[in-house]
T-cell receptor, first 110, second 113 residues
Framework: GQQLNQSPQSMFIQEGEDVSMNCTSS?????WLWYKQDPGEGPVLLIA?????ELTSNGRLTAQFGITRKDSFLNISASIPSDVGIYFC??????????FGTGTSLTVIP | DAGVIQSPRHEVTEMGQEVTLRCKPI?????LFWYRQTMMRGLELLIY????????DSGMPEDRFSAKMPNASFSTLKIQPSEPRDSAVYFC???????????FGEGSRLTVL
């Protein structure tokens, strides 16, 4: 199945720093989703984006749906230790299929 | 509202045994997805159902894998016979078509010895 190109693969940052990660695809998507996965748990939906150009925030998280509909980014401001985890992007095609990025592993150093 | 419920959370079995994983989607959601997650391959879609009907099973690895959805509130993923390379975390997820949001269960961690 199709996979999205997600970068960076991993990040090590100091507490309080801002974080940015992105996803790109060769295909157009109708919806972009961002998830966080903690060890031993399922992915939890953080933000959903529905329109090209849309910018949406959820607390310290901000995500944007790229104008070309082939990319999206997620920013986390003022990181805290509980932000540690793996972040996944996902795109939904017109066929109701969801395709996932390879994940960004985030480590926050107190 | 309860989320997607999966069972068992952990399963350890011996090669050759039959494994059955179960999933209850969120009430009202009529699309259900089975994913497999490994370190090497990430999240792989195995199969998805719309209104209890399998729509795309191209991700099912081989004939040893089968999935059913006998009604809107229950699905199973069966592996028979199991092999060590089937060891992974299996996730069930559900959505309402057109809503654009996919919700995951907590997963079933399978270890085949």
């Amino acid at each position: 199945g199709q996979q999205l190109n997600q970068s960076p693969q991993s990040m090590f940052i100091q507490e309080g720093e801002d974080v940015s990660m992105n996803c790109t695809s060769s295909s157009i998507f109708n919806t972009w989703l961002w998830y966080k996965q903690d060890p031993g748990e399922g992915p939890v939906l953080l933000i959903a984006l529905y329109k090209a150009g849309e910018l949406t925030s959820n607390g310290r998280l901000t995500a944007q749906f790229g104008i070309t509909r082939k990319d999206s980014f997620l920013n986390i401001s003022a990181s805290i230790p509980s932000d540690v985890g793996i972040y996944f992007c996902a795109g939904q095609s017109t066929g109701n299929q969801f395709y996932f990025g390879t994940g960004t592993s985030l480590t926050v150093i107190p | 509202d309860a989320g997607v419920i999966q069972s068992p959370r952990h399963e350890v079995t011996e090669m050759g045994q039959e494994v059955t994983l179960r999933c209850k989607p969120i009430s009202g959601h009529n699309s259900l997805f089975w994913y497999r997650q490994t370190m090497m391959r990430g999240l792989e879609l195995l199969i998805y159902f719309n209104n209890n009907v399998p729509i795309d099973d191209s991700g099912m690895p081989e004939d040893r894998f089968s999935a059913k959805m006998p009604n809107a509130s229950f699905s199973t993923l069966k592996i028979q016979p199991s092999e060590p390379r089937d060891s992974a975390v299996y996730f069930c997820a559900s959505s309402f078509p057109g809503a654009g949001e996919l919700f995951f269960g907590e997963g079933s961690r399978l270890t085949v010895l």
